[in-house]
Every structure is written in structure tokens, then in C-alpha cells.
């Protein structure tokens, strides 16, 4: 038995990194996963660690995204035990969204998804 038996977390900044570290801990210790990343590197990585992950195409300078990621993890897992805001996050690059409240004077970053010089509407 692992010590996340029977949760489910969400990771941002999933495909790389500390975020693609802490998704591979969780899922070894029994967590169900949900990865968001703007990389869609994210969707391989969850194929590859099978039924306990799932991928979300998620900007968190998008509150729709990240609103959508965490109804995503509810309606495929029926709960949600733990966030981890694993995406970087250095001030002068990145802001807006739910998860950046309390950040004042943060800007907005360009919209990753698409063209690199259209920001966020």
C-alpha cells in the first residue's frame, strides 16, 4: 500500500521538471493523477503511467483552464485531494488566472498555446 492510496491530485507544470517528478512519486505511492501542462508532452507521459494519470492542455494564466482541469479530475476520479502548482512562476512572466491571485502587479504572460505574441484575452 502506498501513502496516497485512494487520493487524487492534480500537477501543473506536469511534463517537465519537479511537476513530472511529483507526478511520478504520486502515482508510485497509489495517487490517480490529473497532468496540466501547456506541454502536450504531457498526454505521452500519462499514456505511459496508465490507468492513474490523465492529461489536460492547461495554461494556468487561463482561469477557464485551470476551472476545467480541476472539473476534469472530479468527473473522471469523483474527488479531489490535492493541487500542486508545479509550473514556474517567475515574476515578470507569468500571472493572471485564479492561481495567481494574491501575485499583485504579476502581467500576464503571452498565450502559450498559440501564437507567442497574443496575450491572454
Known amino acids: 500500500m502506498g501513502r496516497l492510496d485512494g487520493k487524487v491530485a492534480i500537477v501543473t507544470g506536469a511534463a517537465s521538471g519537479m511537476g513530472l517528478a511529483t507526478v511520478k512519486k504520486f502515482v508510485a505511492e497509489g495517487a490517480r ?3 496540466g501542462d501547456v506541454q502536450g508532452e504531457g498526454a505521452r507521459i500519462a499514456r505511459e503511467l496508465g490507468d492513474a494519470a490523465r492529461f489536460v492542455l492547461t495554461d494556468v494564466s487561463r482561469e477557464a483552464d485551470v476551472e476545467a482541469l480541476v472539473a476534469y479530475a472530479v468527473q473522471e476520479f469523483g474527488q479531489l485531494d490535492a493541487a ?5 512562476s517567475t515574476p515578470g512572466r507569468s500571472g493572471g488566472g485564479s492561481w495567481w491571485a ?3 502587479g504579476v502581467p500576464p504572460e503571452p498565450d502559450r ?3 507567442p505574441t497574443r496575450r491572454p484575452s
Not at 500542486?84 to 514556474?88: D, V, Y
Open 102 to 104: 494574491g501575485c499583485p
Open 84 to 88: 500542486l502548482r508545479g509550473c514556474a
Open 33 to 35: 493523477v490529473v497532468l
Open 113 to 115: 498555446r498559440g501564437d
